[in-house]
C-alpha cells in the first residue's frame, strides 16, 4: 500500500484544497434528510465531507491512508470550530464496532474489485439495524470523460456492480446519473457517476 499513500500524499501536499472545502453535493443532500448520529466516512481524504457534517451535528469517524490528507482535514475542522475523529489506516485492514454507525458514506471512494466488496460488507457491518450507506462514485463510462477517477475501469463501478457489494441491504436509491462536477481543480466537468442510498435491513 506504500505507493498508494504516497499517491496521495503527494496529491495532498499542499496548501491547496484540491477537491474545494465544500461537500459533495449528494452527499449534502442525503445526510440533510436524516437525524445526526454517527458517520463513517472512508477515504475522506482533506475532510470536505467530514467536517460539513460535523458543522451540521453528526460525530464523525473518518479515515484515510494519507497523513498529509489527515493533517489538512484537521485544519479545515480546526477552522471551521468542529471536532472530527480521523484515523490513519488503509481500507484493507480499518475496522469499527459492529452496529455502532447510523450511516457510512463512499463519496469517490474507488479500489480494485476484491477489496471494495470486502469494505462494503464492512460497512454493513458497522451499521446499526435501519442505518444507511450513502455512496457517490464514477461509473464505469467515467473513462471517456476528463473530470476525474481512476483511469482502471475494474476500479469503477455500475449500478449491477453496487447492487451484488451490497447485497442484502434495502435499496432506497440506485441509479446512474450524469452530472456537472464542480469539487476543486480534478472534479471538474461532465462526469459519469453511480448513486446510492441503501438500509441495513435487520
Known amino acids: 500500500m506504500a505507493e498508494i499513500n504516497n499517491f496521495w500524499d ?41 467536517v460539513y457534517a460535523a458543522l451540521h451535528g453528526w460525530k ?47 463519496v469517490y471512494a474507488h479500489f480494485a474489485p476484491e477489496l471494495r466488496a470486502k469494505l462494503c460488507r464492512k460497512a454493513l457491518n458497522w451499521l446499526k439495524p435501519g442505518g444507511k450507506i450513502i455512496m457517490e462514485v464514477f461509473h464505469t463510462k467515467q473513462l ?25 441491504a434495502g435499496i432506497d436509491l440506485l441509479e446512474a446519473a450524469e452530472i456537472m462536477l464542480s469539487e476543486g481543480k480534478f472534479h471538474r466537468g461532465k462526469a459519469d457517476v453511480v448513486r446510492f442510498v441503501g438500509t441495513k435491513i435487520g
Open 144 to 168: 471517456q470523460n476528463s473530470s476525474g477517477g481512476p483511469k482502471d475501469i475494474a476500479m469503477l463501478c455500475t449500478e449491477e456492480i453496487v447492487r451484488s457489494d451490497f447485497e442484502g
Open 10 to 50: 503527494v496529491r495532498y501536499g499542499n496548501e491547496e484544497y484540491i477537491y474545494g472545502q465544500e461537500p459533495n453535493e449528494f452527499f449534502a443532500e442525503q445526510i440533510s434528510k436524516l437525524e445526526p448520529g454517527i458517520i463513517i466516512l472512508p477515504c475522506e481524504g482533506e475532510g470536505r465531507n467530514a
Open 60 to 106: 464523525v469517524m473518518a479515515f484515510d491512508s494519507s497523513t498529509a490528507g489527515k493533517e489538512k482535514a484537521l485544519k479545515l475542522a480546526d477552522a471551521k470550530g468542529v471536532k472530527i475523529e480521523y484515523l490513519t489506516a488503509d481500507a484493507d485492514s480499518i475496522d469499527y464496532a459492529e452496529n455502532s454507525a447510523d450511516v457510512v458514506a463512499f
